[in-house]
């Protein structure tokens, strides 16, 4: 009991000494605490107000957009060899608020198709007044061909966007826009966009040469490559593989399909035993698509092989360098079936 009262007297003792000497502490000191506390406010508020404000690049970022209205309206910055879509109601509209170089009174007419071509379109303008008709057409002819740019320009983003002709017809309905030409001449166009792609390909991979040579100042060059497959796995008939020059910017220098089937071959086994004549006239006549028979886990290191061999006969140059992905077999077929007579890594 008596260690107990002692205890407590001491606790006692202890916390008015300390309460005593908290009262008597200088008043320079809980001001000195409320500087502090101050000044980390300041500090916290003056990082919260930087974090807050806007950087320099923000600021300019949305002064570039906000003044993409202004640019837009200015005929400066309107390409003219682009294409904008506009409802035939307020062509109509528009074509009201005009007047008429025959009668002279506002133009109050009908607006009619003459002719229609895919998205090509002839159209019509007669005044009721002075009943002279205006034909536009809609979109240029391309110069020594019979077909219009607005279509060429559909088909090729319909194999760009994998969607083809049945794709754009849906496309084009949704948009309530005139159906893509008939599925027979989309595919005789088909055969004409090929041979004009291979030569423009071909002439862009040439100038990539080029460049790579004169940025190495020499015609051996390093590469890389990489292939791909239409489908997934390695069940795919069909592949291919690229070769890119290893510059700054790198552009591809060539490439190389592999198909194991042909499609004209495959049609045409429908009619090989009720019409044989007719068969082998297309068998003969027809440029056939397969040249690969070997699995489809080869076709990368076959074709990036085919590109080493032709290097110097298409181009002038050696690959002296391949820089790969973690695929081994291009690198051993490389090594083992060597293109040319000398060094490769």
């Known amino acids: 009991m008596g260690n107990k009262k002692n205890v407590k007297r001491c606790t006692r003792r202890f916390s008015s000494r300390q309460l005593t000497r908290q009262r008597q502490l200088p008043a320079k000191s809980s001001s000195s605490v409320t500087s502090k506390i101050d000044a980390r406010a300041a500090i916290t508020t003056a990082s919260s107000v930087r974090q807050s404000l806007p950087s320099k690049e923000k600021i300019e970022k949305n002064k570039k957009i906000n003044d993409v209205p202004n640019r837009t309206r200015s005929d400066e910055n309107l390409p003219m060899d682009g294409y904008t879509i506009i409802q035939n109601q307020i062509l109509h509209s528009l074509m009201r608020q005009t007047k008429c170089q025959g009668c002279g009174n506002v133009w109050n007419g009908a607006m009619t198709t003459k002719k229609r071509e895919g998205l090509f379109l002839m159209l019509c303008f007669e005044c009721a007044a002075w009943k002279k008709v205006i034909t536009i057409e809609t979109s240029p002819q391309i110069v020594s061909t019979d077909r219009r740019d607005v279509n060429v320009r559909a088909q090729l983003a319909g194999h760009l966007c994998g969607i083809r002709h049945a794709g754009l017809f849906k496309l084009l309905g949704v948009l309530n826009l005139p159906s893509p030409v008939q599925d027979e001449t989309y595919s005789r166009w088909d055969k004409q966009l090929l041979e004009f792609v291979k030569s423009t390909s071909e002439k862009s991979m040439a100038r990539a040469v080029e460049d790579a040579v004169a940025t190495a100042n020499t015609t051996d ?3 890389s490559g990489d292939g791909f497959w239409q489908t997934r796995g390695f069940q795919s008939s069909h592949g291919a593989a690229a070769l890119l020059s ?3 910017a790198p552009l591809v220098l060539d490439i190389e399909t592999c198909s194991k089937t042909c499609n004209v071959c495959m049609g045409a086994l429908s009619i090989k035993k009720s019409d044989p004549a007719k068969y082998n006239g297309i068998i003969k006549s027809h440029r056939c698509e397969k ?13 990036v092989l085919n590109m080493f061999k032709r290097s110097v006969s298409k181009y002038g140059v050696y690959y002296t360098k391949y820089v790969g992905d973690s695929d081994s077999k291009t690198r051993n077929i490389l090594t083992k079936n060597a293109p040319y007579t000398g060094n490769f890594s």
């Open 291 to 303: 040249n690969f028979d070997k699995s489809s886990g080869t076709m990368e290191a076959a074709a």
């Open 221 to 223: 060059l390093i590469v």
């Open 246 to 248: 290893c510059t700054t």
